[in-house]
T-cell receptor, first 112, second 109 residues
Framework: GQQVMQIPQYQHVQEGEDFTTYCNSS?????IQWYKQRPGGHPVFLIQ?????EVKKQKRLTFQFGEAKKNSSLHITATQTTDVGTYFC????????????FGQGTELSVKP | NAGVTQTPKFQVLKTGQSMTLQCAQD?????MYWYRQDPGMGLRLIYY???????DKGEVPNGYNVSRLNKREFSLRLESAAPSQTSVYFC????????FGSGTQLSVL
């Protein structure tokens, strides 16, 4: 069946280092969404990418959608302790209306 | 403006007991969802409702039932809880993106 895979599962960085998480889908996606979940919290929507090759920035966060629309990445420049949490990508299930399928998430910890 | 409200926040059940998780949204969204979150598994869709009166199975529907009572409310019922249903449950509604409730931490002993 359709799968969305994320790597790495965990990433530990020193504050100020960069961080990247990768998302790969088994099928072409019409769009991809990214969510952040703080420890003990609920997922919060960050951004949606729709176009092939699209790049969007939110302050220190850079989101990319691959040319084939099967992969995506989130890059954080100069991490801060406020970036701690789990980052999820999600894409629409093929022929399933509005259902989203989530990647397993990348848990980021930042050492001050 | 509460967004998505879930109750209860915590629950402990014994194997075989039943319970209903309640969810309500005030954003006038048509679509609502129930997800479960387990360590290393991400968020897995249990059931989905595209509109009032319609429901559809997700990835892991076994052992659960749902009711879309009206546009605002979407409840999840465990008829006979099992230890494998120990998890964190999230309700969500969607416009362009998903808006999640604060979650229910359920333990089945």
């Amino acid at each position: 069946g359709q799968q969305v895979m994320q790597i790495p599962q965990y990433q530990h960085v020193q504050e100020g280092e960069d961080f990247t998480t990768y998302c790969n889908s088994s099928t072409t996606l019409s769009n991809i969404q990214w969510y952040k979940q703080r420890p003990g919290g609920h997922p919060v929507f960050l951004i949606q990418l729709v176009k092939s090759g699209e790049v969007k920035k939110q302050k220190r966060l850079t989101f990319q959608f691959g040319e084939a629309k099967k992969n995506s990445s989130l890059h954080i420049t100069a991490t801060q302790t406020t970036d701690v949490g789990t980052y999820f990508c999600a894409g629409p299930m093929r022929n399933q209306g509005g259902k989203l399928i989530f990647g397993q998430g990348t848990e980021l910890s930042v050492k001050p | 403006n509460a967004g998505v409200t879930q109750t209860p926040k915590f629950q402990v059940l014994k194997t075989g007991q039943s319970m209903t998780l309640q969810c309500a949204q005030d954003m006038n969204h048509n679509s609502m969802y129930w997800y479960r979150q387990d360590p290393g598994m991400g968020l897995r869709l249990i059931y989905y409702s595209a509109s009032e009166g319609t429901t559809d199975k997700g990835e892991v529907p076994n052992g659960y039932n749902v009711s879309r009572l009206n546009k605002r409310e979407f409840s999840l019922r465990l008829e006979s809880a099992a230890p494998s249903q120990t998890s964190v449950y999230f309700c969500a509604s969607s416009g362009r993106a998903l808006f999640f409730g604060s979650g229910t931490q359920l333990s089945v002993l």
